[in-house]
């Protein structure tokens, strides 16, 4: 049960995209296709992005999307935004009824 | 609408022990399991387990399980999760979580959180 990789930190300016990337095994992203992402504001409980790897919830911006290739997920963000300043953190289901996060990105926007 | 209300701010010496409650309102509490979550100052969200609130089973990450249980109430609509033999590492904020009830496979419906502080 080994936490998914991530960059400690990616940064952008206001209008500019930015993707953060998620690397797991054949055992978690690479086997489901469950990888969701989620924003953490500091304080704050953690709010869902992305689930089952590309599909957005109600209510979230289409400025936000997932993809996936093997055994690494990412999430882009586009026309980047003061307000996606935040933690973000991505999370796969990994088989018999396990879940495992990601180490979380810090998303500064300058 | 479906809504999750944690137990207040705890502070336990180590060696103690702590039980946090998750009480569950908008839809049928046996139908969905309880995820139970925490994440340390400054660092990443962990995974915990879970417990089937419709028949009591329970499953533990690696990490958690001997010292944690998850427990549920059904009259009450609440779960609960109990932390023993508490460490310095264990402060943390705690969270409860829902998985899949509005139709999104994630944790789409989550606690406010329960910050627990283990200090001598």
């Known amino acids: 049960q080994s936490a998914l990789t991530q960059p400690a930190s990616v940064s952008g300016s206001p209008g500019q995209s930015i993707t953060i990337s998620c690397t797991g095994t054949s055992g978690d992203v690479g086997s489901y296709n469950l990888v969701s992402w989620y924003q953490q504001h500091p304080g704050k409980a953690p709010k869902l992005m992305i689930y089952e790897d590309t599909k957005r919830p109600s209510g979230v911006s289409n400025r936000f999307s997932g993809s996936k290739s093997g055994n690494t997920a990412s999430l882009t963000i586009s026309g980047l935004q003061v307000e996606d300043e935040a933690d973000y953190y991505c999370c796969s289901y990994a088989g018999s009824g396990i879940v495992v996060f990601g180490g979380g990105t810090n998303l500064a926007v300058l | 609408q479906v809504q999750l209300v944690q137990s207040g701010a705890e502070v336990e010496k180590p060696g103690a022990s702590v039980k946090v409650s998750c009480k569950a309102s908008?839809?049928?509490?046996?139908?969905?399991?309880m995820h139970w979550l925490r994440q340390a100052p400054g660092q990443r969200l962990e995974w915990m387990g879970w417990i089937n609130a419709g028949n009591g089973k329970t499953k533990f990450s690696q990490k958690s399980q001997g010292r944690v249980a998850f427990t549920t109430d059904t009259s009450a609509s609440t779960g609960y999760m109990e932390l023993s033999s508490l460490r310095s590492e264990d402060t943390a904020v705690y969270y409860c979580a829902l998985y899949d009830i509005s139709g999104y496979s994630a944790f789409d419906i989550w606690g406010q959180g329960t910050m627990v502080t283990v200090s001598s």
């Open positions: 908008g839809y049928t509490f046996t139908r969905y399991s």
